[in-house]
């Protein structure tokens, strides 16, 4: 692939893609403009002899066309035969170029008049300036000289069929470089000093007497050739396009150099173009030409790259004037050559340790000037072509990118981008703490990031493009197996999270418990300031099912949240988190999409035991796997719908019809209604920047906030103003303030019992027994709630009672409610009690987020 390979493994598939087909198309464009070169010479042999077939514009048409098919058959036959026919044509090329310096040391009379009079001083003072004529610039006539200097690559575009590319390309090129500047130099110098800009070809303009007002070179030599200045002339550097024929000892030997030059060059062309396409095809970027990718024969030839560079070539020969060809890949040569030199200057500014160049003189200095050297060029040469040629490289470049192929070559681009998060990473872990700069960094106790995906996508809606959301999975149970899961893992659930557009970060940890593990990912999860502040859960929808050792673990997260000064986030849904037990999830969540009215759904189910906040990978011994899905980032471990199953198959209950369906809610547009905050306690304001954080999003955008605070009933307009100045000050936008005078009130009767009833299993009645009985019960299960507890925070209990009832009062048709978290002193509060107060305020609700900060300031009133 040449040029192509370097590129797009040295920047990545964006650049690599853009430039290879721009250079392939260049190439097969060149091979027009070598052909038409020949067919130029062929036809004004032709013209000498009056032997034109038609005009000579059609000539050329005819002579190219004819000789594309001859050089086609040549590259078809195999790159044996392009060496072998290489090898011929350079040495027709050398006896030219050796004619026409021979032919420079033998000037003839008969030569003369046309304007050739040997090596003189006189000569080559005159013709050591520039003359330009006709709006022909400097640039202009780059422009059409330029491609002359683009067969540089054409080693490194064979570099798949050279023994040692590593030597052969910087040798060969370097030397190829070198004997060509001294034979173009040489040949123009030489030309230059022999030859006048302007003859006319007749004999009789010699000078018989000293005219005074002729100074030109030509008049030295005695020739008057002034009338050229009136009337166009046929001869002289100026005009004659074949001096080199007239300078040179034999002609057609000069026209034989001329074919070899040409036909050499485009058969150079013919088989780079399709070399370079073939491995573009091959890597799949652009899959409308992977046909083309098809090689041929032991050489693996692209045959059918052969006839699309043919058919491009032919449609450009038809122009037949190479002086419009010319520039028209000069720009493309150009920005190739421009992508080159900055793909290498990349590579070293990426300090990747990977890119060791051996070249012992390079410099990335040196890259970068020639890289912006071409670009400057190709604006000077033709600035609305160099525009045309940045837009057709920044278009192909975007569709690439848009695209996402999925090719990982360490590009230069991957190696710079973490050299730059490395960077600003450390630049940051210098900077201090700033109430305005806060972000919610939050580690959210997924498990498996598909198994919860309600809880993924909440999160994921405020931290998005805001702040840091880390996905923690607890691996329990032996070692060695959780070790090899979390490998896999690793990579896989990485790849779920960005195919799946979450802006997150997947980190496993294995542990003997819960608890242990969720205690390594607070203490190690992050980098620098890029960490955790925010513990999200899920509630423990059935902690009254569970074991309680498992929901004191549960309730112990949050102490040890507080204890590392983390922020605490409980959500709930009434229908529950958790949807690993539902075997073919994905399938099920991407149709509940599209039809969320479906009842009807049949699916071979595998309910799981496992508790809601189980992060353990979900079983999957019976379940069918997919290898593309393994490679599109699911699960291997993931069990697809199936279709025809033998064993027994369930019908979805209404229960996890439900669960389906809201496990999906927050990935739709919320609607115009409203988020309700219950703001009760200061806990540094991540109960009302959470709600705001929402509403930024284009999801939440029509949803209002409401606020409601607690206060007394006469005093309700007071504390309504004092919280709407608070509220403007944060720049707080909300619709409505609600201050709730009967917050303290006595709950209802019946909703006493029914908590009474809910706790009764957990009571130890220590009244009731002797106390080295009562002592030893509660020492082996401190969970259990005791007579002093209950009666010692009858209060809190009545509180946690009273909020439900105002929430299912005043919020019942919210989107979502953000509620402060009531709090329970570590040690005298115990587990189950602490969590039937949280059952008690969250339960028979839309969904509920309870928010409790670290007590330091997440709002401030300066912008």
């Not at 370097?6 to 430039?19: D, M």
């Not at 027709?92 to 008049?113: H, N, Y």
């Not at 500047?181 to 000078?207: E, P």
């Not at 190696?415 to 700069?437: F, M, P, W």
Request: proline share 4%; net charge neutral; charged share 20%.
């Amino acid at each position: 692939g040449g040029a192509y390979y370097l590129i797009s493994r040295s920047l990545g598939p964006e650049f690599g893609g853009a430039i290879g087909l721009i250079f392939a198309f260049a190439n097969a464009v060149a091979v027009a403009m070598y052909v038409v070169g020949f067919a130029e010479t062929v036809v004004e042999l032709l013209k000498e002899h009056s032997i034109l077939m038609i005009d000579e514009i059609n000539d050329i048409r005819i002579i190219g066309a004819i000789t594309v098919v001859i050089l086609l058959g040549i590259s078809v036959a195999g790159m044996e035969w392009e060496a072998k026919a290489q090898i011929v044509l350079l040495v027709i090329l050398l006896l030219a170029i050796a004619d026409f310096v021979i032919g420079t040391f033998i000037p003839l009379e008969s030569k003369k008049p046309k304007g050739f009079f040997g090596y003189k001083s006189e000569i080559f003072n005159e013709n050591f300036g520039p003359d330009f004529r006709e709006e022909e610039t400097f640039f202009s006539v780059f422009a059409i000289f330029f491609p002359a200097a683009t067969g540089i690559l054409a080693g490194a575009n064979i570099s798949g069929d050279l023994a040692d590319p590593q030597s052969a390309i910087p040798k060969g090129t370097l030397l190829a470089i070198l004997i060509t500047t001294l034979v173009y130099i040489g040949i123009a110098v030489s030309v230059g000093s022999c030859v006048v800009r302007d003859a006319t070809g007749n004999v009789n303009d010699t000078i018989i007497t000293e005219l005074t007002n002729c100074t030109s070179a030509a008049c030295k030599l005695n020739f008057d050739f002034s009338s050229c200045q009136s009337n166009p002339c046929s001869y002289g550097l100026m005009n004659n396009f074949q001096v080199m024929s007239m300078v040179s000892g034999f002609a057609p030997l000069i026209s034989a150099g001329i074919f070899s030059a040409t036909l050499s060059s485009a058969l150079a062309s013919l088989v780079s173009a399709p070399k370079i396409f073939q491995a573009l095809c091959k890597d799949n970027i652009y899959p409308a030409f992977q046909m083309f990718a098809k090689g041929y024969g032991k050489n693996n030839e692209p045959l059918r790259g052969y006839i699309l560079t043919f058919l491009i070539a032919l449609g450009f020969i038809l122009i037949a004037e190479l002086n419009v060809i010319a520039p028209i890949i000069s720009n493309f040569f150009l920005a190739s050559y421009a992508l080159i030199n900055f793909s290498v200057f990349h590579a070293s500014l990426a300090k990747s340790p990977g890119w060791r160049p051996a070249f012992k003189y390079y410099n990335m200095w040196i890259s970068l000037l020639g890289a912006i050297l071409c670009c400057i060029v190709m604006f000077v040469i033709n600035w609305w072509a160099a525009l045309l040629t940045y837009v057709i490289v920044l278009g192909l470049y975007i569709y690439v990118t848009y695209k996402k192929p999925d090719v990982n070559w360490g590009s230069s681009t991957q190696a710079l981008t973490y050299l730059n998060a490395l960077q600003h990473s450390i630049r940051l872990s210098g900077v201090e703490d700033h109430v305005k700069n806060f972000r919610p960094q939050c580690l959210v106790m997924t498990g498996a990031p598909n198994s919860r995906p309600a809880l993924l996508h909440l999160v994921h809606d405020f931290t998005k493009n805001v702040g840091l959301m880390i996905c923690g999975h607890v691996h329990m149970g032996p070692r060695r197996q959780a070790m090899k899961e979390m490998s896999i893992d690793q990579a896989k659930y990485q790849r779920w999270l960005i195919k799946n557009k979450m802006k997150a970060f997947y980190a496993p940890v294995h542990a003997d418990d819960l608890r242990e593990g969720a205690q390594y990912l607070m203490q190690a999860a992050g980098l620098g300031r890029m960490k955790p502040n925010t513990l999200v859960l899920g509630f423990k929808k059935d902690w009254l099912q569970a074991d309680m050792r498992d929901v004191d673990l549960y309730i112990n997260l949050f102490h040890d949240a507080f204890d590392i000064q983390y922020g605490v986030v409980v959500i709930r849904l009434q229908e529950g988190l958790d949807i690993s037990h539902l075997q073919g999830q994905e399938e099920l969540l991407s149709s509940q999409e599209k039809s969320p009215g479906v009842k009807d759904v049949v699916l071979s189910m595998e309910y799981s035991k496992k508790s809601d906040l189980d992060t353990s990978k979900p079983s999957s011994e019976k379940s069918i796997t997919h290898k593309d899905e393994e490679e599109d980032g699911k699960t291997p471990t993931q069990p697809l719908l199936k279709k025809e199953s033998k064993g027994p198959a369930a019908p979805l209950n209404v229960a996890d019809q439900k669960l389906l369906e809201a496990s999906t809610q927050f990935q739709k547009k919320q609607g115009k209604n409203t988020i309700d905050v219950w703001w009760l306690f200061d806990d540094g304001g991540l109960t009302l920047l959470i709600p705001y954080l929402l509403t930024t999003k284009k999801k939440w955008k029509d949803c209002k906030i409401r606020v409601f605070i607690g206060g007394k009933i006469n005093r309700i307009d007071h504390d309504r103003r004092a919280m709407a100045t608070l509220l403007s000050k944060f720049r707080i936008d909300f619709s409505d303030i609600m201050v709730l005078g009967d917050i303290n009130t006595k709950p209802k009767k019946e909703n006493i019992v029914a908590f009474d009833e809910m706790i009764e299993p957990y009571r130890l009645h220590e009244d009731d027994k002797e106390q080295d009985i009562a002592d030893k019960m509660k020492e082996d299960e401190p969970w259990r709630i005791t007579d002093n507890e209950l009666e010692l925070y009858k209060t809190k209990t009545y509180r946690q009672i009273r909020l439900n009832e105002l929430l299912k009062e005043h919020s019942n048709t919210a989107n979502i409610i953000v509620m402060s978290l009531p709090v329970a002193r570590k040690g005298a509060v115990s587990s189950a009690l602490y969590m039937a107060w949280l059952e008690a305020l969250s339960k028979d609700l839309p969904p509920i987020l309870l928010v409790r900060g670290n007590h330091q300031s997440v709002l401030t009133f300066y912008s």
